[in-house]
């Protein structure tokens, strides 16, 4: 898995544009999102326009950095028959998988340590207060991701179509998932609903984790929608996953 991780590591470095992307789309939506964002909007919810930013931001990072990026990955490598090749080795399908998506969950981890620095130098917010739940609601956004992104591989043929067919768990994470709205200001049926969404489940672990908030009957809550987000997209991908072009 550590060489399959250098060499697309290697690969990724080589993608400008990926790269590119990852870095400045998170900081001009936050950028976008705080200018654009009244503190009556958050009225009751016990959030600064600050806080609101900074944590979608971190959600922004794990959907581009590791899902949208790993889509392409995925794609790119079946498309050259690359994982067709490596499963002729000793690599299980696992560690292919693994260590494709090691560079992207490595990058979406080190941009989220610049965010919370920001946050904590720049933008007045305080350090995270439950860094062990901060951690965990990142750790599972991106083992999430990495395997929601293995399973829309399965239905994009091509790199360039890739673009397309991540967009549906983009906007539904954007506008659902609380990454800059907070469920709390919804009306109650519309966020019971988005309670149940993939990313729902890690953005409040880690909203919680860097300000707070959230109970402990609610942090468990996330993670278990989480976890059984996870369990589901696992089980898929071992199924629908594929590994050769379509002929």
Known sequence: ????????AALLARNRTAILVSLLMPAAMVLAMKSAM?????????????????TG??????????????????VARREDLVLKRLRTGEVTDREILVGTALPSAALALAQTAVIVAAGTAFFGLAAPRRPELLLAGLLLGVVLLAALAALTSAVTRTV?????????????????????VPLDVLPDRMAAVCELLPLTGAMTLVRTGWLGGADGSEALMAAGTGLAWTVIAVFAVRHRFRWEPRR
């Open 1 to 8: 898995m550590a060489a399959l991780g250098r060499a697309e």
């Open 38 to 54: 009244k503190e009556s909007v958050l009225d009751g919810t016990g959030l600064s326009v600050a806080g609101a930013a900074l």
């Open 57 to 74: 931001g971190i959600g922004i990072v794990l959907l581009q950095a590791v899902y949208m990026n790993l889509v392409s990955a995925y």
């Open 160 to 180: 360039q179509t890739s673009q397309l067919t991540t967009l549906p768990l983009f906007f539904i994470s954007m506008m659902g998932s609380g990454l800059f």
